[in-house]
């Protein structure tokens, strides 16, 4: 079982910003690859980025490349996403995965609101 805490959402204006924190609960944290999903209003689940156990492979979705890097602290059980040049279009609740392979999730977290304004 891994209990996943997200943090650092807020208000930011268009260029600006943010880093989300995921602190995970467990000694099994390096067990698992962490992924990043978001979900606007009225929009489906959006795959945002994910890297592997060892924090050596990371992956984008096509609307965040550039822009975001995703990375992991395996001795502060923490997986970050660092977001820059940010748009309205990424306005979401952005929520952690943990999953026992790069790009599954088995277990998320509460999510964390990020609004980008123009």
């Known amino acids: 079982q891994v209990q996943l805490v997200e943090s650092g959402g807020g208000l930011v204006q268009a260029g600006g910003s943010l880093r989300l924190s995921c602190a995970a609960s467990?000694?099994?944290?390096?067990?698992?690859?962490m992924g990043w999903f978001r979900q606007a209003p009225g929009k489906e689940r959006e795959f945002v980025a994910s890297?592997?156990?060892?924090?050596?492979?990371?992956y984008y979705g096509e609307s965040v490349k550039g822009r975001f890097t995703i990375s992991r602290d395996n001795a502060k059980n923490t997986v970050y996403l660092q977001m820059n040049s940010l748009k309205p279009e990424d306005t979401a609740v952005y929520y952690c995965?943990?999953?026992?392979?790069?790009?599954?999730?088995?277990?998320w977290g509460q999510g964390t609101q990020v609004t980008v304004s123009s």
């Open positions: 995965a943990a999953g026992l392979s790069v790009g599954t999730a088995d277990y």
């Open positions: 467990g000694r099994t944290f390096g067990s698992y690859a």
């Open positions: 890297i592997s156990r060892s924090g050596g492979n990371t």
